[in-house]
């Protein structure tokens, strides 16, 4: 199995309910470092698994809805704490979508699976990853 | 599949037996830096795969035992060749009977695979990956 | 010159005035990873520049006042821009108080010299330095 | 199932061949940092899952034959787009071969999974995995 | 001091003439990631240093002029060993002349101090630094 | 000013004496990542600031002393605390020592600073930087 991983970052603000978060209750923020892992089986006759350049372009697209944005404030996100585990996978939902609709080329229609990884801080860190297509 | 990684380190001293090793076989030491990874196939209701604030508790418990120490001196590793790979092993298997215990709460309990990486160096480190419950 | 550095970080909330700052004028936040670095022409009678315990404790004491907080909304920060390089300079002044008042020993108040400095994303990173005492 | 990474890094020149490769079609170079990864379900009586002496030894050796090279000029990679994807794909056939053929000793032989992963730069980095012996 | 640091890389191809550079004497090539740390002892009225997106944007056009290039080929550089240290230099001296002419506004006419720090690998890096203005 | 940094690990065994210490007291070890950085007002004719393959030589020669050793047995660190912030003080003295003897050629001659630091954890590393020559 291939893996190309593709790297961007976010600065968010956001706050979580439930007492369980302590003083992360309060409105606060962080730097999301994204890492994008898209997998497939083979490599095309370029021996590319996918574009990087598209790739990094349409991961820049959706982080360009949560960059320099107060969470608790986007309606696509009305609901829901958004952990580093949540947001994960919203972005991964949002990156496998783009696969299947072709936006990223036919080497985006080939992925088979998925891994988004957001680092919070040096010591801590989140992912979600599944099959794709 | 979600995961979650918590990090903590160890600075341990210890020597190896066998021809093998090397100049190793000679007492020395490591830091080991400790990536704890949990994974689960769903988040709570509160959008978290486990309490990080329990994680890095429970973590931080395990790695007292050893930390600060000779490891060629504990009863619990002895007869062992303490390598990297076998300490990430033994942490492993502390960390997944934890999340079984309860101790780690209701998140705890739903984790279904564990990883624990340790870095020996900038240049090689090891891991024990597994499930759990 | 020795130096010691501590490292520690923090995920705030703030938003910024003035038309320079594009979208960062919305409200966002960041973490920011934070190294504390101490530095005096010699070590004491122990080979120790500073306690590694007491700078931890009072770096972490320090940052306590602005962690998981919306920066906008502190009296003490009230009609700054709390950028990155700004933000390090803040913490420098509280650090360096705390080595002439002595509450970090007799390694602190033999500081000679600090810098600390401020990582608020992979790829762009802040600092202050200047001399103590 | 264990895991034992160790490092290295070579640097490279080359050129692709194809529209989609932008400035990229002209002659320019890389350092690939190299990680590989060997897998196995146990470790022998060292607890060891490979003599990580002979696995550095071996590895260096696969990279001396690009280290330091034009790729477009080796005959091994002739009609190849060398793709940071590829040349990952490349050096785990050698790495396999080598852990079949027993040159990393028994350790080698026991080995059932490896990874190669190259970094290209601090944001983009490729793989290829799979099952050996 | 304050200082405000910036990273972007680059991929080059190019050899070296003499005796001392052994295999490197062959063409090979190098991702370079770059570090430029701009130095002041004060900041605007925004508590900026410098503009981070004019820095950024500036950064970007002067590595464009060797990025995905062969150093070898180009006039700028003819008669030099391209080293890393060179290259540091290089660099330091047109961005140096950039906060100069203006070009990344009064911040950049205000910065005396810059250093340009180019990792070549994960074990070597090099840098130049000198006053500006 | 230009400089050159290479990097090489030790992993050594130690105890400290002094209540100050706390758990520290106990034998245990540490991997000390090292970081050489070499300084010079300019390069050679060959654009070399020092030569890296002879560096690296000496600074791994240097480390052989130490490395894979308890500290607590050495001869030449007797009655020493070998805290962090001590041994990089030891290795800068050897190491600037290495660059007057000419062990290191012309460039290492015309060294003008050097400063050796050592990370002993992710969160803490110390340094000793002086001139040499």
């Known amino acids: 199995m ?16 439930g ?3 302590g003083p992360a ?5 962080a730097t999301f470092a994204v890492e994008a ?9 370029h021996n590319l698994l996918i574009d ?5 372009t349409e991961l820049r697209r959706i982080l360009d809805a949560v960059d320099y944005r107060n969470l608790d404030d986007l309606p696509i996100l009305a609901g829901q704490n958004t952990t580093t585990e949540y947001m994960a996978f919203h972005i991964f939902g949002q990156l496998a979508a783009a696969c299947r609709t072709g936006v990223m080329g036919a080497g985006g229609k080939a992925v088979t699976g998925l891994k988004v990884l957001l680092r ?14």
């Open 2 to 17: 291939f893996s190309l991983t593709v790297c961007d970052h976010i600065m968010i603000a956001h706050s979580f309910h």
């Open 37 to 45: 892992e898209f997998r497939a089986p083979r490599l095309d006759h």
């Open 25 to 29: 209750q309060r409105l606060h923020g």
């Open 120 to 133: 919070e801080s040096p010591l801590a860190w989140a992912a979600y990853e599944g099959a794709v297509g």
């Open 19 to 21: 007492a369980e978060f």
């Open 52 to 56: 990087i350049g598209l790739a990094k």
